[in-house]
């Protein structure tokens, strides 16, 4: 089937699971993020350049891809750094003001984030936050409730956001493992 007239299917692949680790050079006030794999990322501070860099938070994650079950096509999320779902802490912050116009149809806010800085790295793209919602969605039973992904860019400040970060993909589901 041609990957344009596909009704696309997606199954997550090539998923790794590990640490967000957020630093901060205490130089320059820069922020920045890398994902791990190790089972017991170093959380020392470093030196790099002019950046004297000390870790201000840790939580565990997971990455993937996306793969079309129909036609076979690879959507890549390289620059998906992990998912959190919006708790509404901050009523200024846009990503609570969509749950909150959200909230009486039972939809569920989930930011997808990406690497800092952000004018520094590839964000994700709206067509790539829109995949995540199809392949999330179809995964729900449609009656009982939704998930909208929103951007990172949509959160007031990251470093005091409260949004609850996603461990791994049964999180994103209503359903016990094992019973779908």
Wanted: proline share 3%; net charge negative; charged share 30%.
């Amino acid at each position: 089937m041609n990957e344009e007239n596909c009704p696309h299917r997606w199954e997550m692949v090539n998923v790794s699971y590990g640490h967000i680790i957020t630093e901060k050079c205490f130089h320059c006030d820069k922020v920045a993020n890398y994902f791990t794999a190790e089972l017991k990322p170093s959380l020392d501070e470093y030196r790099e350049g002019e950046h004297f860099w000390n870790v201000m938070e840790t939580a565990q994650s997971f990455r993937f891809d996306l793969k079309c079950k129909t036609c076979g096509i690879v959507e890549d999320f390289s620059q998906l750094m992990g998912l959190m779902m919006c708790t509404g802490c901050d009523e200024k912050c846009e990503a609570d003001v969509v749950r909150k116009k959200l909230e009486a149809e039972r939809t569920y806010v989930y930011v997808a984030f990406g690497f800092l800085p952000m004018q520094e790295r590839e964000q994700l793209t709206p067509e790539k936050i829109t995949i995540l919602e199809e392949y999330f969605n179809s995964r729900r039973k449609s009656g009982r409730s939704r998930i909208k992904f929103v951007s990172h860019e949509m959160v007031k400040n990251l470093a005091t956001c409260y949004a609850e970060v996603i461990k791994d993909v049964d999180m994103l589901s209503l359903t016990p493992p094992g019973e779908k």
